[in-house]
């Protein structure tokens, strides 16, 4: 019986428990490759690297699970997939990761919750977004995606003072505390990706209508863009010893990304959004930057500044104003399709009762 009870809660909270192992890889990837990059791994290396890995660990998987959802490969539908490559993987990443370089994990994770702002002020341009502004969901949207704009400013144009870490850390990383020269080049960076990636997410929702092989769809993206950051990578690194990462941290730096955070965690969210919404997933993203904080002040001994804490608060503040707009933007709609299936089962009705009733008369 209490064998049943655990089966039946483990069953219930899955999907929560699967997002924050998510959050957890993610976690422990930034720190992971801040430092190997302070061990001398460059970003464009680095990103050209883990899409080798995640495009020999996906296409096996790909090919013989979507062996007959996959569509014909046409010229428009890879032109299609080149620029989804460009815009969520080589550009992309290669932004992202620099940032990182230059400014701290702490900033990179704050930063990326503008995405869903970033995704709803693009989606309201293309007229893809209905805002009622007379609704309290539709404010909701307005004022969080206004909240989180001003958080990434704050981080963007406000440092602030360093809070030390308070004793000796447990796991020091080499260079973690040193001053970044380029923290608004780094932000630039940060913010430039995030806008990428929300316009990544709008076609991507299109482009799944077409091509509708996910995990394919996936594994090519991977390889697409793994060959644009190559190129774009030797055009900027022509030093042989820069491609050379050995069997060492930056090595497994490489196949933990690969594996954990492009491997694990893209079947992981797929399964969680298919179960729960994208709603749901999108919910557990400040867990990471929650995490991120508390291992870099208490674990690493990494300084935390004022700018990034104050900032990080509002745009989180900011995301959960947004989501809970949408939320209920969903469920709004919702009701009114079930309103309109009422409304069309009555008429039914009344036409199946008028029917009778001529046929009763006639007789």
Known sequence: MAAEMG???????????MMILVQLCYTFMYFITEAAFNRGLNPYVYVTYRHVVVTVLLWPFAYYHEKKLRPKMTW?????????????????LNMYFASLKYTSPTFVTSVVNTIASITFVIA????MEIVDVKS?????????????????????????????????APIHIQGSNAVHDSW?????????????????????ASSVKRYPAELSLTAWMATIGGIQSLAFTLFLQHKREDWLIGFGLKFWCIIYSGIACSGFTVFAQLWCTEKKGPV????????STIMVAILAYFIFGENLYVGSIIGGVVVIAGLYMLLWGKEKDQ?????????????????????????SSAKNGSE
């Open 124 to 127: 309201i341009v293309l007229r």
């Open 280 to 287: 749901f997933v999108t919910m557990f993203n400040p867990l």
């Open 7 to 17: 089966g039946g809660v483990w069953r219930r909270y899955a999907p929560h428990n």
């Open 76 to 92: 428009m539908l890879f032109l299609e997939i080149f620029v989804l490559s460009l815009l969520g993987v080589s550009l992309t």
């Open 136 to 168: 309290a969901r539709g404010l909701a949207k307005i004022a969080g995606t206004v909240v989180s704009f001003a958080g990434v400013t704050t981080m963007t144009l406000y440092k602030g003072a360093a809070f030390a870490s308070p004793w000796n």
């Open 184 to 204: 608004l080049k780094g932000a630039f960076l940060a913010v430039a990706s995030c806008v990428c990636w929300s316009i990544w997410y709008i076609l991507q």
């Open 331 to 355: 469920e709004y709609n919702a009701s009114g399709e079930e309103q309109v299936a009422d409304l069309d089962c009555e008429k039914q009705q009344a036409k199946i009762a008028g029917a």
